[in-house]
């Protein structure tokens, strides 16, 4: 017999080298179909939900046998288009509940049941699949294991009527009004599901042209060129980039060069027309520890990350990030710690000093501003500009970034194998040792989260692909002496 893993001081419970699920159990998950909650109404004084809930047990036979032989035990209604029907009906409680050949379906009131039912014999063509706000722009519905679907002016008229009936109830949705433009937003959707390598998810906000949701219109930013994504190194093990400003026309560069002026004194305007006006675009990147000795330890210096910016005006960038990157040294009381040049890939880098033993980099080439807490995050990064691989054709994330689309703004780009590694980079030994069997086991495994934005549409797509070997962490753990075995 296979032995087991046994969590240390837990007498009884015990962990299996190779994790198994019965397979009777996922049998009769498979065979489970479907179940749809759908709420229609909402009553304003009592604030009672009034809705229908449809549910396909498939072929999971002992789930249908037990709602079938409850239902004796309750009074029995006038069928519905033949089908069999009980009412359940108390003070607190009421609800209707018909048995078709293959559904059971269950409403707040008659009406409600027999509108499904109607639908299912095609007797009543008014159903969501056919509802136009609900067939254009909301979240995939086809693939997904949990989906949810908002009608976002249906959900208005109700939330009008129950407002009317709460002391401030109109106050507080005039002010969600005023903020969040309600009466332009067309639906709200989810959709979680799995695919053939892993797990995703999707979520939508669909709004009428003309829109004025402030919450939304002053987060909003505009597509990503991937011009930055082309200056991270290969081997990062993450990154988030975003779009802060559109690029400029080759006219309108022109003149943000010929009106460049030497930065005397910094304030807090140029920081935010720095942000608001000159940067493009802004990566920032974790990158691989450096292999030592062929080991893997931990307690290592300082993470190799580092940001990378495509800017308008690179002399008013480069001034202002030499006055930021100063305040750190006059923060801990020691002004008189000047920065340095240093010379890295043969350009002259700046170091300026952030605590004792502690530096950060700042260069500059073209209209790209990069500033990195190693000398390595500046070398490998300023070699990915001159043309080395990027994180673009990494064979390892590559296929990550092809699900960028044209109206990707966010990114967020995630290696988990090499993140594990990142934080055993920085822990003990026993934390490197850790890391490394999690990196192991999570060597195909990648996060992926964009944000889509146009005018009237907001999305935000994620997908967790190459899901980690959990039997290897306990394996591993357990090889260890981590987990003890018996």
Request: glycine share 8%; hydrophobic share 45%.
């Given at each position: 017999?296979?032995?087991q893993?046994?969590?240390?001081?837990?007498a009884?419970l015990?962990?299996?080298?190779?994790l198994?699920v019965?397979s009777?159990?996922?049998s009769?998950?498979k065979?489970?179909?479907?179940?749809?909650?759908a709420?229609?109404?909402?009553?304003?004084?009592?604030?009672?939900p009034?809705?229908v809930?449809?549910?396909?047990?498939?072929?999971?036979?002992?789930?249908?046998?037990?709602?079938e032989?409850?239902?004796?035990?309750?009074?029995?209604?006038?069928?519905?288009?033949?089908?069999?029907?009980?009412?359940?009906k108390?003070d607190?409680?009421q609800?209707?509940i018909?048995?078709?050949?293959?559904?059971?379906?269950?409403?707040?009131?008659?009406?409600?049941?027999?509108?499904v039912?109607?639908?299912l014999?095609?007797?009543?063509?008014?159903?969501?699949?056919?509802?136009?706000?609900?067939?254009?722009?909301?979240?995939?519905?086809?693939?997904?294991?949990?989906?949810?679907f908002?009608?976002a002016?249906n959900?208005?008229?109700?939330?009008?009527?129950v407002?009317q009936?709460?002391?401030?109830?109109?106050?507080?949705?005039m002010?969600?009004?005023?903020?969040?433009?309600l009466?332009?937003?067309?639906?709200i959707?989810?959709a979680?599901g799995?695919?053939?390598d892993?797990?995703?998810g999707?979520?939508?906000?669909?709004?009428?042209?003309?829109?004025?949701?402030?919450?939304?219109?002053?987060?909003?930013?505009?597509?990503?060129?991937?011009r930055?994504?082309?200056?991270?190194?290969?081997?990062?093990?993450?990154?988030?980039?975003?779009?802060?400003n559109?690029e400029?026309?080759?006219a309108?560069?022109q003149d943000?060069i010929?009106?460049?002026?030497?930065?005397?004194?910094?304030?807090?305007?140029d920081?935010?027309?720095e942000?608001?006006?000159?940067?493009?675009e802004?990566a920032?990147?974790?990158?691989?520890?450096a292999?030592k000795d062929?080991?893997?330890?931990?307690?290592g210096?300082?993470?190799?990350?580092?940001?990378?910016?495509?800017?308008?005006?690179?002399?008013?960038?480069?001034?202002?990030?030499?006055?930021?990157?100063?305040?750190?040294a006059k923060?801990?009381?020691?002004?008189?710690?000047?920065?340095?040049?240093?010379?890295?890939?043969?350009?002259?880098?700046?170091?300026?000093?952030?605590?004792?033993?502690q530096?950060?980099?700042?260069?500059?080439?073209?209209?790209?501003?990069?500033?990195?807490?190693?000398?390595?995050?500046?070398?490998e990064?300023?070699?990915?500009?001159?043309?080395?691989?990027?994180?673009?054709?990494?064979?390892?994330?590559?296929?990550?970034?092809?699900?960028?689309?044209?109206?990707?703004?966010v990114?967020?780009?995630?290696?988990?194998?090499?993140?594990?590694?990142?934080?055993?980079?920085?822990?003990s030994?026993?934390d490197a040792?850790?890391?490394?069997?999690v990196?192991?086991?999570?060597?195909?495994?990648?996060?992926?989260?964009c944000?889509?934005?146009?005018?009237?549409?907001?999305?935000?797509?994620?997908?967790?692909?190459?899901?980690?070997?959990i039997?290897?962490?306990?394996?591993?753990?357990s090889?260890?002496?981590?987990?003890?075995?018996?």
């Amino acid at each position: 017999m296979e032995k087991q893993c046994r969590y240390p001081g837990e007498a009884g419970l015990v962990l299996p080298r190779k994790l198994v699920v019965s397979s009777a159990l996922l049998s009769q998950v498979k065979q489970f179909k479907s179940l749809a909650v759908a709420v229609t109404d909402i009553n304003p004084e009592t604030e009672e939900p009034s809705g229908v809930i449809v549910l396909h047990p498939g072929d999971v036979s002992n789930l249908r046998g037990l709602i079938e032989t409850c239902a004796q035990f309750i009074a029995a209604d006038e069928p519905i288009n033949g089908f069999p029907v009980i009412r359940i009906k108390d003070d607190e409680f009421q609800a209707v509940i018909a048995f078709t050949s293959r559904l059971v379906v269950a409403g707040s009131d008659r009406g409600l049941v027999k509108g499904v039912i109607n639908r299912l014999q095609n007797k009543d063509k008014n159903s969501l699949a056919e509802n136009e706000v609900f067939k254009t722009n909301t979240a995939d519905s086809k693939s997904a294991m949990l989906y949810a679907f908002v009608d976002a002016q249906n959900a208005l008229k109700i939330a009008y009527r129950v407002a009317q009936q709460e002391p401030n109830g109109m106050q507080d949705l005039m002010a969600a009004q005023a903020f969040l433009d309600l009466a332009h937003m067309n639906s709200i959707s989810l959709a979680l599901g799995t695919s053939a390598d892993g797990l995703q998810g999707e979520f939508v906000l669909d709004m009428k042209p003309g829109q004025t949701n402030m919450a939304y219109n002053l987060l909003r930013t505009p597509p990503m060129s991937g011009r930055v994504l082309k200056m991270v190194p290969a081997s990062s093990a993450a990154v988030l980039a975003l779009g802060v400003n559109p690029e400029s026309t080759e006219a309108g560069a022109q003149d943000v060069i010929t009106k460049a002026q030497t930065v005397q004194a910094v304030t807090g305007m140029d920081i935010g027309r720095e942000i608001f006006a000159n940067i493009r675009e802004v990566a920032v990147f974790a990158m691989t520890p450096a292999a030592k000795d062929g080991e893997k330890k931990g307690g290592g210096p300082a993470v190799d990350a580092g940001l990378v910016m495509s800017v308008g005006d690179p002399d008013k960038s480069e001034a202002l990030w030499q006055y930021l990157l100063s305040l750190p040294a006059k923060a801990i009381g020691q002004p008189d710690m000047e920065p340095e040049t240093a010379k890295i890939a043969g350009l002259d880098v700046q170091t300026f000093p952030i605590q004792p033993g502690q530096k950060v980099y700042l260069a500059r080439t073209d209209h790209t501003i990069l500033v990195g807490l190693t000398p390595r995050v500046i070398s490998e990064a300023l070699a990915t500009i001159n043309g080395n691989p990027n994180i673009l054709s990494d064979k390892s994330m590559g296929e990550a970034f092809s699900r960028l689309g044209e109206r990707t703004s966010v990114a967020l780009i995630g290696h988990l194998g090499r993140l594990a590694m990142v934080a055993g980079s920085q822990g003990s030994a026993e934390d490197a040792m850790i890391s490394g069997i999690v990196a192991d086991a999570a060597e195909k495994t990648m996060l992926t989260v964009c944000f889509d934005e146009s005018e009237t549409n907001f999305r935000i797509r994620g997908k967790l692909s190459g899901l980690p070997r959990i039997d290897r962490i306990i394996s591993g753990l357990s090889e260890k002496g981590m987990l003890g075995v018996h």
